[in-house]
């Protein structure tokens, strides 16, 4: 166990960036982000891999993640922000998970990997005003390898929406925090309800589901999309709740559970919001977000 340790504390060292540069930052965890932070590989973004396009108002934080082994699994991702003046994404392209050969993963104790990507204020700076906007969701890939009939490998992605407000803290410094955090569910709860499972799109909210492979069917291609609220903290009662902006936090939550070693999935995902311009305010948001969800996935592959 010793050993085992020392190994993930040099893997972690090597791949992550100072922690007072970063801007996105992904948590690879096994068996999930419940663990203690020094068992799990972070790996945050620098300076020089954010870049603006001055042109476009564009700007765009790209972590390339060599191939790595954690756990029971290899892993190699290229994660992506992206922000202009209407629209906000994370992307997961290409990223593909394989659980090794002589592991003990099966289908009575399937190994699970739990990979989180969450943007700070560094990554979106420019606020957005409360109310809805829409928002999509798009996974598609395959998995690799033998699938157990009725118990095959499985994949679930969770998009979250949170608002950041400035809170002081008691020894006067002040921080932007996560607030009224919105899951993109096409059945969305409310308040402590509002939690479940994005993707695939056949869930509707319920947070056991989960796509399933099977021997005949390996691929999956699946979206959502909807209005998602902002709400900057505030009572929308407020009388400074109508003209009220503050800036956006979005996290994915991708859980896979590979049950047979020598297997892999690999996919690209894409998590996007989107709002009006104000250049250009006759222009429906939701046109942009389908233009942004998928196509791109199309054109590299």
């Not at 400035?166 to 919105?182: E, F, I, Q």
């Not at 979206?223 to 956006?248: F, W």
């Amino acid at each position: 166990m010793r050993s085992s340790r020392i190994v993930l504390s040099l893997t972690a060292a090597a791949l992550m960036a100072p922690i007072s540069a970063h801007a996105l930052v992904i948590q690879f965890c096994t068996p999930d982000c419940t663990i203690p932070i020094d068992q799990q590989v972070t790996v945050s973004s620098v300076p020089s891999q954010t870049v603006t396009d001055l042109a476009t108002s564009t700007t765009t934080t790209t972590i390339p993640i060599p191939t790595f082994a954690y756990g029971p699994f290899t892993i190699t991702a290229t994660v992506s922000s992206q922000q202009s003046g209407t629209l906000q994404k994370i992307s997961f392209n290409p990223t593909a998970i394989t659980a090794n050969t002589g592991t003990l993963c099966s289908g009575t104790a399937p190994c699970h990997l739990q990979v989180i990507a969450t943007s700070d204020a560094n990554d979106f700076p420019l606020p957005k005003p409360t109310g809805g906007y829409p928002a999509g969701v798009y996974m598609m890939g395959s998995f690799g390898g033998t699938e157990a009939v009725g118990n095959g490998d499985t994949i679930a992605m969770v998009g979250t929406a949170s608002s950041l407000i400035p809170v002081a803290s008691d020894t006067g410094t002040t921080s932007l925090t996560a607030v009224a955090g919105d899951v993109i569910n096409t059945t969305p709860g409310t308040g402590p309800g509002n939690i479940g499972v994005s993707l695939p799109s056949s869930c509707t909210g319920n947070p056991a589901c989960a796509f399933m492979a099977s021997t005949l069917k390996k691929a999956f291609s699946t979206q959502i999309s909807e209005t998602v609220q902002q709400t900057c903290g505030l009572d929308p009662l407020s009388p400074d709740y109508a003209n009220a902006t503050c800036r956006t936090q979005l996290k994915t939550q991708l859980d896979v559970f590979l049950k047979t070693p020598g297997n892999r999935v690999s996919l690209p995902l894409d998590y996007i919001t989107t709002n009006v311009n104000p250049s250009q305010p006759n222009v429906n948001p939701t046109e942009l977000l389908v233009q942004k969800l998928a196509p791109q996935f199309g054109r590299r592959r």
